[in-house]
């Protein structure tokens, strides 16, 4: 990715191809100043003497459309011996998730007294500051602009960025550890105050559930994203942890992982299986993963994007202003069991889901259970990683 990937995109043919294939005016580098208003004209003179490019005015640069070319991606579908089947697999449509919500202003009508949600991709990803900014690295005497969009384009995928991090000889990198540890803390940050809001709702006891005392909590996430979360690569997944315990006593626990990231109770039978959708859960084996199930043409779990013909599941937290009604739901469907889940598919405009649990088991003693409820985030699930390590090779070890 160079500059000119975003600022070099037709004016005229943003957002309207997809999947790579962008449109590019030639010769000229578009930005967001040098309109006119109450700003000093562009210098353009050494942009043109080394690059041959022509500073320009370019009003979709503050857009989300610049993103949306490389960020709804339709990929071809084969069978299982890699022969072309005419189908099509919606590898991610995260600006279309954005299209069908708040965010964008073209989403379901929320009501009068709601707060304006609107925002752009930039928004997030290259927030903008206030503070004047002189753009050029060369030239000190240039008039300084405002306000000006940080270059951040922090996503959630902290673990690639650690593995180029670590590996910066071997990738031919030239970018710092040290500025890659910055862009994982904006990226961190971001998952940790951007992206869910976790509440429990209620809590009680009910008497007893074979034969056992139970405790009822229920979950509320909220997706602050302006697209669905995850969004991207199919492969990422969140999902709920919850787990009782007293003194040193873990009394029910659903969502535990293990050293390597493997899920419990969900992982053992790889990309084979996966954990539908739930309402209630009452068993620990039972988790609730958010996560987007791609299937071979033979209904078969896969992790190789060619072989993906359809979506088994996508129970995805919707964000705000979503609608099944949407000219953009064909490529932001919800799928599988959370159509049927009242919480969720019904509430889906509100940005939110609510999962029952029920906690059996009898404290050793008396006194108080403690009950952590927390969210986590993968971008690169270990059963996903897993079967490259069956071929034999130095780089992939």
């Known amino acids: 990715m160079s500059c000119v990937a975003c600022h070099q995109q037709s004016l005229d043919s943003s957002g ?55 960020h709804t991606l339709i990929t071809q579908t084969t069978d299982l011996d890699g022969n072309p089947t005419g189908g099509e697999f919606v ?19 929320l009501p009068e007294d709601a707060e304006d949600f609107e925002a752009t991709c930039q928004s997030c990803h290259m927030p903008q500051i206030d503070d004047p900014v002189i753009i050029s690295s060369g030239y000190a005497f240039l008039e300084p602009r405002t306000p000006y969009g940080l270059h951040q384009l922090a996503g959630a995928n902290t673990a690639m960025l650690e593995i180029m991090r670590d590996n910066l000889s071997q990738l031919g990198l030239t970018a710092s550890i040290e500025q890659f540890d910055s862009t994982l803390l904006w990226t961190q940050q971001m998952l940790t105050e951007k992206t869910i809001d976790l ?20 979950v509320q996430l909220r997706n602050k994203a302006g697209h669905k979360f995850p969004s991207g690569y199919p492969a990422r997944r969140a999902w709920i942890e919850v787990v009782a315990h007293q003194g ?27 954990e539908p959708h739930y309402t209630d859960i009452v068993e620990e084996d039972e988790v609730q993963v958010y996560e987007l199930v791609a299937v071979d043409v033979t209904g078969t779990p896969t992790n190789v994007l060619e072989r993906a013909a359809s979506s088994a599941k996508d129970n995805r937290l919707l964000p705000l202003g979503f609608s099944d009604d949407h000219a953009a739901y064909d490529t932001t469907r919800i799928e599988g069991q959370a159509l049927q889940d009242v919480d969720y598919a019904f509430t889906s405009e ?26 986590w985030y993968q971008s690169m699930p270990a059963r996903w990683v897993a079967p490259m390590f069956d071929i034999q090779d130095s780089t992939i070890q």
Not at 17 to 30: E, L, P, Q, R, T
Not at 91 to 109: C, K, M, P, R
């Open 16 to 70: 309207v191809s997809f999947s790579g294939i962008m449109h590019f005016d030639s010769a000229i580098i578009y930005g967001p100043y040098g309109l006119g208003k109450d700003e000093p004209p562009l210098y353009d003179l050494p942009m043109m003497t080394y690059s041959n490019y022509t500073p320009m005015y370019g009003s979709h640069i503050e857009e989300s459309v610049i993103c949306a070319d490389c």
């Open 91 to 109: 590898e991610q449509a995260t600006y279309h998730e954005w299209i069908n919500s708040a965010f964008s202003g073209l989403g379901v009508d």
């Open 199 to 218: 509440e429990v709702l209620s809590t009680s006891w009910n008497d007893v559930i074979f034969g056992e005392d139970a405790y009822e909590i229920v």
């Open 248 to 274: 040193g006593d873990t009394l029910w626990h659903s969502g535990k992982w293990e050293e390597g990231g493997f899920l419990v109770g969900v992982d053992e039978g790889g990309l084979d299986t996966y």
């Open 350 to 375: 509100a940005g939110l889901d609510r999962t029952h649990y029920t906690m059996t088991g009898n404290p050793s003693v008396a006194g108080d259970v403690i009950v952590d409820v927390r969210i």
